[in-house]
Nanobody, 123 residues
């Protein structure tokens, strides 16, 4: 079993930055593909970014390319999401997810989820 705990959310003005962290326990995170998703008010859960087990491969949804960066530190069992140039439409609950299988952008394929952290971007 894997437990994921997100942190780093909060209130920020448009144009600002936040860094989210996701700490994994119960299993070495280096054996898991890790990803970030978000769910805005009245919206479906949306894929944002994914990183391979070793960290050499990443992928992003077009809406965050160039603004968000996913990274990982397997020694600390932690995955990060650096978010820059935030926009009001980035307001959502942000979730960290992990899976034992291959690299994927599909939320339904992820085995483990954190509880989410709220990000609010004011205009």
């Amino acid at each position: 079993q894997v437990q994921l705990v997100e942190s780093g959310g909060g209130l920020v003005q448009a144009g600002g930055s936040l860094r989210l962290s996701c700490a994994a326990s119960g299993r070495t995170s280096g054996s898991l593909v890790m990803a970030w998703f978000r769910q805005g008010p009245g919206k479906e859960r949306e894929f944002l970014a994914v990183i391979s087990r070793g960290g050499s491969n990443t992928d992003y949804v077009d809406s965050v390319k160039g603004r968000f960066t996913i990274s990982r530190d397997n020694a600390k069992n932690t995955v990060y999401l650096q978010m820059n140039t935030l926009k009001p439409e980035d307001t959502a609950v942000y979730f960290c997810a992990a899976r034992q299988g291959p690299y994927s952008t599909r939320s339904t394929l992820y085995d483990y989820w954190g509880q989410g952290t709220q990000v609010t971007v004011s205009s």
